[in-house]
Nanobody, 112 residues
Framework: VQLQASGGGLVQAGGSLTLSCSASGSGFSINPVGWHRQAPGKQQRDLVASITRGGSTNYADPVKGRFTISRDNAKNTVDLQMNSLKPEDTAVYYC??????WGQGTQVTVSS
């Protein structure tokens, strides 16, 4: 099973983007999935949002009320809807699932 992230791009502050994490192969639907981001110049990847197999969600404080994570187990996808984007949301975004690993990143750039 491999993860693939898509949907990044350049957007103005206040705008919206939807990222999608898709998986090839079986086993994705039983895994919790998290979206992480690595800001420019930073070494670590910070957890942004996560969702369990059953759909329970968790959000980092900086994105609460602006980002929404959801999953479609039939389609093997986990989406991250990002609204009211801020320049500080600029980062490479990665999806991650235990026992599967990291997908490749997708760049999100928010201009002021």
């Amino acid at each position: 099973v491999q993860l693939q992230a898509s949907g990044g791009g350049l957007v103005q502050a206040g705008g919206s983007l939807t990222l999608s994490c898709s998986a090839s192969g079986s086993g994705f639907s039983i895994n919790p999935v998290g979206w992480h981001r690595q800001a420019p110049g930073k070494q670590q990847r910070d957890l942004v949002a996560s969702i369990t197999r059953g759909g329970s969600t968790n959000y980092a404080d900086p994105v609460k009320g602006r980002f929404t994570i959801s999953r479609d187990n039939a389609k093997n996808t986990v989406d991250l809807q990002m609204n009211s984007l801020k320049p500080e949301d600029t980062a490479v975004y990665y999806c991650y699932a235990p026992k599967i690993g990291w997908g490749q990143g997708t760049q999100v750039t928010v201009s002021s």
